[in-house]
């Protein structure tokens, strides 16, 4: 069963960099850094010329390190051929959880997109493929993808985004068409598929970001071309692949604030097929 860390021990989470850190970046204990922040990076054995990636946002208050306690997850990634590239977080003001700069309406002390700009311009230098590059990313982080997503299109080659979605006020439209993924929990209470309030900011409707993803890429209809149900992992699919842009895929499954068992095989698995067309 896939896992997914969004909680880390203090002891983790205030761990010191040291030059000998950065001497080992590419391996799981390494930290890279940029200019902006900090990063991991675990290539695959014996790769041969630019590999494709993963970029993975991890959720509210966790860390990259975390991230990568997940072993099955990240000989998933390498037995295809694909970096796992992790990206750190940084707090806002008067706050100690890691976060990302989440179009919510609140002050962030980094611009996200550029850090992640300047994260894989680096992982590019370490032997990864600046066009083929998967960003995905979990709750607060998977807020972000969609953020990403949405103003900066050309990022990435697809995104993949679990258990959030655009944030209050939605945008008003996005920059261009893009390949994206949403899986999200029926039973999720600390992010609903209708979103809730806090006292400074709301999440916003997973439908509603939907809605304005298809009017992105040019789908003709609201419905989707193609709906599925598979009984093992449970998932129920709703697919737009005839749009003029790029294609929509949401998938729900039964549980709550969590990737769905079998997360990491269907990322990739639907992943390849992007880069194969």
Known sequence: M????WAIPAAVALAV???????DCGTADGICTVPEGEYRLVMPEGADGPV???LHLHGWGASAAGALRDRDRRAAIAARGMAFI????????GRTQRDWAVRDGRPHPRDDIAFLSAVLDDAAARGVDRDRVLLTGFSRGGSFVWDVACEAPGFARAYAA???AFWNPLPEGCAGPVDLLHVHG???GVVPLEGRAFTSATQGDV??????LRASNGCDARHPDVTAAEAEPALWWRRWTGCEGGRIDLALHTGGHAPPR???ALMLDWFEERLAE
């Open 2 to 5: 896939q896992t997914w860390t």
């Open 17 to 23: 960099y040291t030059p000998a850190m950065a001497q």
């Open 52 to 54: 494709a990636a993963i």
């Open 86 to 93: 992790v990206a750190q977080g940084i707090p806002r003001a």
């Open 162 to 164: 679990v258990s959030g």
């Open 186 to 188: 029926w039973a999720d």
């Open 207 to 212: 439908f509603a970001a939907l809605f304005l």
């Open 262 to 264: 079998g997360w990491t």
